[in-house]
Nanobody, 126 residues
Framework: QVQLVESGGGLVQAGGSLRLSCAAS????????MGWFRQAPGKERDFVAV????????KYADSVKGRFTISRDNAKNTVYLQMNSLNPEDTAVYFC???????????????????WGQGTQVTVSS
């Protein structure tokens, strides 16, 4: 059993920055893969970024490459999403998710993930 809690969301103007945090507790494992997803009202839940806790390899959605950075602090059981150059299209509820180890490729499908946080709202004004 793993619990994930996101924080750091809020309202920001276009061009601004936010840093989201995802704190994990329970039966955590350093070999987990941790991902960020986002979902706007009436839209699908879309992949944003993923990081492998062991080694730190990453993958990003094309829409956020160069603007967002995912990182982790394994000692704190925390994953971060630094979001820069935000635009209104980034407005969504952002979810943290954890995938059990075992796969070689970094997963981008929400269905591949086993644990989810409650989400944190990010709103970008124009």
């Amino acid at each position: 059993q793993v619990q994930l809690v996101e924080s750091g969301g809020g309202l920001v103007q276009a061009g601004g920055s936010l840093r989201l945090s995802c704190a994990a507790s329970g039966r955590t494992c350093s070999r987990y893969v941790m991902g960020w997803f986002r979902q706007a009202p009436g839209k699908e839940r879309d992949f944003v970024a993923v990081i492998r806790l062991s080694g730190g390899s990453t993958k990003y959605a094309d829409s956020v490459k160069g603007r967002f950075t995912i990182s982790r602090d394994n000692a704190k059981n925390t994953v971060y999403l630094q979001m820069n150059s935000l635009n209104p299209e980034d407005t969504a509820v952002y979810f943290c998710a954890a995938d059990r180890p075992g796969s070689f490729l970094l997963p981008t499908d929400p269905g591949d993930y086993d644990y989810w946080g409650q989400g944190t709202q990010v709103t970008v004004s124009s």
